[in-house]
């Protein structure tokens, strides 16, 4: 298929199938080789590198598709978003270096920001001159905000913060932190919650990174001391944090990346290469328990697509999605830990010996399995979202 190296934007009233060409054409005849995870050429690019990638697709009209196009955005639907989202996952491209600021901190600053919030933050996000990272987590409440202890006391015109947070993705390099704090008592649970857009450098902040089975540090603890914010940083109406951090975890769950399932797709073809270029691991393939393991992965993957598709028609349709994020998180979570265990246990079979896009595999599986051990934990563990499943879906009492 022959690449433009500078495709035409499409017209917004195309629609969702000219801006999969665009997409598909753009992304091809730009990402830098040494990009490629599934490359020989690959190396691991800096930040640096991944912001001015992704400030280019921002650019060339490939990020903040559903945004107002008054904050930055191209005003267009979930389904341009989707099929846009679908060429990411095709190929094997960094992860996002802004997710948090594009993913949980846009959308709420959307739904409950101040107009002025909404010009100074989120123009900003998209072109990816501020990282976000999510106060939510703490040692003593995990993903079950209910007991979350971080505490905002209102002083005039202004709030002291004092507390610690954890599991803090991205904390080192943000530049704001969308940070859920409690105006009453634990005992309140739900009730007395406010969140707020805290600038980083305010004194008080001290981030303390966390170094994770990887070997990386993209985690950290965050500890707040008498951080004192103006008002004007508060995100939403006080006491309604609760309601906002429900709202960023419905978004979390069910719409972000959704590029996952197709990417799933691209690593288990990697995987699958990588096998085929070298005899001795050709000879796994043709092994019929990995060839049922295979199917399992396909058949989740596939089912994942479905899911995805289903709740951007519904979205379209104007329905609520809710409790219903946690079915997506929960299956994409539990279905990429169990793909991950199969890719380790194939590619632990390489040897020095092995072809070269053998060793490439090697590297870049164990390296994603190790990290898969994180995701039925974060954006919510797997015994929550079973929790929120049985109560809020199918309204099971919570002692059965």
Known sequence: MHMEQNPTRPDPAAGPAAYRDYARQWLRAHLPGHMHADSLAYRTPT???CRDWEASMYHAGLAGMTWPQAYGGLGLTLREHLVVNKEVGA????????????ELAGPIIQTVGTEEQKLQFLPRILAIQDYWCQGFSEPDAGSDLARLRTKATQEGDSWRINGQKIWTSGAAKAHYCLLLTRT????DKH???LMFAVPMDTPGIRVVPIKSIDGKESFAEVFFDNVVVPDSARLGAPDEGWNAAIRVLSIERATNRMYRAWRFDSELRQLVAACKSDPELAKLLDDGHTQRRIGEVVGEIDALKGLVERTVEQLMAGKSIGARGSLTKLHWSECHQAFMGLALSLVSHVTPRSSALAQRAKKHFTTAYLFARAETIYAGTTEVQLDIIAQRIMNLPKDL
């Open 47 to 49: 930040l640096d590198e």
């Open 91 to 102: 190929l094997a491209m960094p992860e996002s270096v802004s997710s948090i600021g594009k």
């Open 191 to 193: 009730r007395g919650m």
């Open 184 to 187: 009453g008592t634990v005992a």
